[in-house]
């Protein structure tokens, strides 16, 4: 039950305004209004209420401003406009995060869509916040526990740390996530759900994450049926809420599904403002609006927190060299991918270690742990470089040492990296270690 407190009370009270500032459809074009009236005293990112009678009113957002017409892009369809329709100017987009929302699902406008009451906090925070101070902020802190043997080992995550995961679609990252918000060391969750299927978010929330994920956690969900506003408006909204308790002093998880349907809708309001396209269809502005998102998150200053975050990526086809994941790729702090032919042989995580890297390493292991760390990786690369040949029966045992351990680790090695772990790092690198030993010492002749 929620304790309604008076500062909660206050804070509903003074975002009640008495007054807004009023102007007049004057033209409906394909997808955007231009709106009369307004033009002395809207600004860039304002959002509006337009007034249609008999209907739900709607909502928009300002995307380009002349001396006498601004042009709105509407929450939604223009059907039912009508030409001298009231539009409200509710001023700029911010949100009111509350300690309360810990275990709530959100929309992007902190409303709840979980079906109980919920309040602002007192505090009012711009959607678009500033990041960090980079000669203030702290380097990356300590390795973090995670729950999964790979990130405890061969990918390491340390607090603060920023990773990419990249993956085409059902091959098991809403899954990953979902573990990784349950296991990894952190006293807040912000989960961001940007442009989810509507049926698999209460499936995400209930059966995915569960009771015990949700217990520190907060999800701001925006489905695919909603407009490009709002899904964009998700990714800052969910990360404005992980600003708020790292301004507490709390470690922050943030994680977010996914990026590229964050710059799909930015894509989508772009082009309706007039601005081109040029990376295969999406605009210039697009790789500051991935880049922004991303240095919100990170280490801290002073006495605040840190945000440990992970961004996921939707790629076709495996392209690692499309737009979004380039873009991505290019400010993180480390990548994970998740290969195809891996899920469809039935390992889970679908993690492609090979492909993937934390740039947290060396400085997250001791020298002895770095070791196993190179080790489990040479053999893996040995293992596939020469798969096709020892699939086809076409390779001898004993022709070379190196090949042999690597045949024989990769079965515990392939499974290692789908274990889960469920007492600590030290654990892991002995599981590591152990799959690593092998009958014939490395670099033997081979014969008997």
Same mark, same amino acid.
């Given at each position: ?126 959607? !678009? #916040?500033?990041? /960090?101070?980079?000669?203030?902020? =702290? +380097? &990356? @802190? *300590? ?6 043997? %790979? ?45 989810? !299927? #509507?049926?698999? /978010?209460?499936?995400?929330?209930? =059966? +995915? &994450? @569960? *009771? ?6 907060? %999800? ?229």
């Amino acid at each position: 039950m929620i304790q309604v407190g008076f500062e909660m009370v206050a804070a509903e009270i003074a975002a009640i305004a008495p007054a807004h500032d009023v102007g007049r459809v004057a033209r409906i074009g394909r997808g955007t209004i231009e709106v009369s009236g307004l033009g002395h005293v809207a600004a860039q990112g304002d959002i509006v209420e337009i007034d249609t009678p008999g209907q739900a009113t709607r909502r928009g957002e300002v995307l380009n401003l002349a001396q006498d017409l601004i042009t709105v892009l509407p929450d939604g369809d223009i059907e039912g406009l009508q030409i001298g329709a009231a539009v409200s100017l509710l001023g700029s987009s911010q949100i009111a995060p509350d300690d309360s929302w810990i275990g709530r699902v959100i929309d992007p406008m902190g409303a709840a869509l979980d079906g109980r009451p919920i309040f602002r906090g007192a505090q009012v925070r711009p959607l !678009r #916040g500033a990041p /960090v101070n980079p000669t203030e902020r =702290r +380097v &990356l @802190g *300590a390795r973090l526990e995670t729950g999964l043997a %790979v990130f405890n080992t061969l990918l390491p995550i340390v607090r603060g740390q920023r990773i990419g995961l990249f993956a085409g679609s059902g091959v098991g990252k809403s899954t990953l996530l979902a573990k990784l918000a349950r296991g990894l060391h952190a006293d807040v969750v912000v989960i961001a759900l940007i442009g989810e !299927r #509507g049926r698999e /978010v209460r499936e995400f929330v209930e =059966r +995915v &994450l @569960g *009771a015990e994920g949700m217990r520190r956690a907060v %999800v701001v969900a925006a489905t695919s049926d909603q407009s490009p506003l709002m899904r964009r408006r998700c990714g800052w909204a969910a990360m404005a809420v992980a600003e708020h308790f790292r301004d507490q002093g709390r470690h922050v998880l943030f994680l977010a599904d996914s990026v590229t349907r964050f710059a799909e809708a930015h894509r989508e309001i772009a082009l309706a403002s007039g601005e081109g396209g040029s990376l295969r269809g999406f605009p210039p502005s697009t790789a500051h609006q991935i880049t922004a998102l991303s240095e919100r998150a990170g280490p801290g200053t002073g006495t605040a927190g840190d945000i440990t975050a992970v961004f996921s990526v939707l790629v076709a086809g495996s392209d690692m060299e499309e737009p979004v994941a380039d873009i991505l790729r290019g400010v993180l702090d480390g990548h994970v991918v998740l290969d195809r032919k891996i899920a469809e042989r039935g390992r889970y995580p679908a993690i492609d270690l090979l492909r993937s890297v934390s740039r947290a390493l060396p400085g997250a292991a001791s020298e002895a742990e770095n070791t196993l760390i190179s080790a489990a990786r040479q053999r893996l690369g040995a293992y596939d470089r020469s798969e096709m040949m020892i699939r086809a029966g076409l390779y001898a045992s004993g022709t070379d040492p190196d090949l042999d351990a690597a045949i024989e680790s990769w079965p515990k090695l392939d499974a290692f990296l789908a274990e889960d772990e469920w007492e600590n790092t030290a654990a892991s690198f002995r599981k590591l270690a152990a799959c690593l030993t092998t009958t014939e010492p490395v670099g033997a002749s081979g014969k008997s």
